[in-house]
């Protein structure tokens, strides 16, 4: 007798679960549980989610009923199938490809499962500034919580994104009307700006090298409280931008963030008050506030031996529009 459709996906889903200690402290009942709960076809689509990993973006919401449930959906969903670590939700941001997001859980009542609708936020690092991760107590961001940024409309662009190969802009600016865009070389199916698509004569080593871990690239998302982004390569991104970096520093601050998490990297509301009381004189040379940089794999500053951007085989520019 052959076996059903649940029973397919239910095994298609322990065997891709995370082999170190994905079902300690009880988790098993708890799985078993979330399973019985879901219908045939959210079975499927959450497995086929997990198969697929980062690489699909289609894959949709897995919705689930809060009311009744005892523990956290999309918590137990992401601890065993990404971070065995994981603790509590305010570790967890939701990502804007997540139709959930339009509405927080009191106002749906659903909770989204899919653990690749989710990232992990930036947890806090040792040396401090200006090397350091973003603090999950800096960004206590609602995990339901996504809009539009204010001042302005769905027409006007928001961003432009600029790629560079260490001193050279390759390609033309990039204007991201949408609330959400992708940056990335190898992205099946992806839709944003594609870095695989701009061609260079005889590129440097360092450049193709790099250039072959850039992969899916990063997500950047405009929300109510900031521009958010996603790193869902495979390797860690580095960021510098006026929000991240403590008042008032005069130092470089350069922010890493690993793969599958995310981090605010502006910040309205410091943006505000920088522009009120900051003394923007930098001797390394011009200061943009409403510019964001990210380097791919390569980090720059202080702590490295690239000490500019300009040194940094890829890399973006993220020009804000605040007219």
């Known amino acids: 007798m052959f076996p059903s459709r649940r029973t397919c996906a239910v095994r298609r889903l322990w ?44 894959v949709g919401c897995v919705s689930l009923a809060r009311s009744g449930v005892n523990h956290w959906p999309q918590v137990l969903t992401c601890k065993l199938f990404r971070w065995p670590d994981l603790r509590c939700p305010h570790q967890l941001k939701r990502l804007c490809i997540c139709d959930c997001s339009r ?33 999950p107590s800096k960004n206590q961001n609602n995990i339901d919580g996504f809009g539009l940024a204010p001042h302005l409309s769905r027409e006007a662009h928001w961003c432009s994104v600029a790629y560079w190969e260490h001193r050279t802009r390759v390609g033309r600016l990039y204007a991201v009307h949408e609330p959400s865009v992708g940056v ?6 992806g ?18 090298r790099t250039r ?28 510098n931008s006026p ?36 003394i923007l004189d ?20 202080p702590c490295y031996s690239r000490q500019f951007i300009t040194s940094c ?3 973006l520019e993220i020009l804000l529009n605040h007219s």
Request: positive net charge; contains cysteine; charged residues 25%.
């Open 243 to 278: 929000t991240l970096g403590p008042p008032n520093s005069r130092r470089l601050s350069v922010h890493k963030v690993q793969p599958g998490y995310s981090v605010k990297i502006f910040d309205y509301d410091k943006a505000l008050a920088l522009q009120r009381t900051a």
């Open 313 to 315: 085989p890829c890399w």
């Open 191 to 208: 839709n944003g700006f594609c870095l695989g698509q701009l061609h260079v004569a005889d590129r440097h080593e360092m450049v193709r």
């Open 103 to 135: 509405k927080s859980v009191e106002e749906s009542g659903l909770v989204c499962c899919n653990p690749y609708h989710f990232s992990r936020m930036c947890d806090p690092e040792s040396p401090p500034p200006p090397y350091s991760k973003l603090s």
């Open 184 to 189: 990335f070389c190898d992205l099946p199916r």
């Open 212 to 239: 072959g871990k850039i992969g899916r690239g990063i997500l950047l998302s405009r929300e109510w409280d900031g521009v958010w982004a996603y790193n869902r390569s495979e390797h860690p991104v580095f960021v």
């Open 15 to 58: 065997r891709n679960r995370c082999q170190n200690g994905g079902l300690q402290g009880g988790l098993k009942p708890l799985t078993h549980s979330l399973f019985k709960r879901l219908r045939e076809d959210q079975l499927e689509m959450l497995a086929r989610a997990v198969e697929a990993g980062a690489a699909e973006d289609r």
């Open 282 to 301: 930098f001797p390394d040379g011009p200061y943009d506030p409403n510019s964001i940089r990210i380097s791919f794999a390569k980090g720059w500053g």
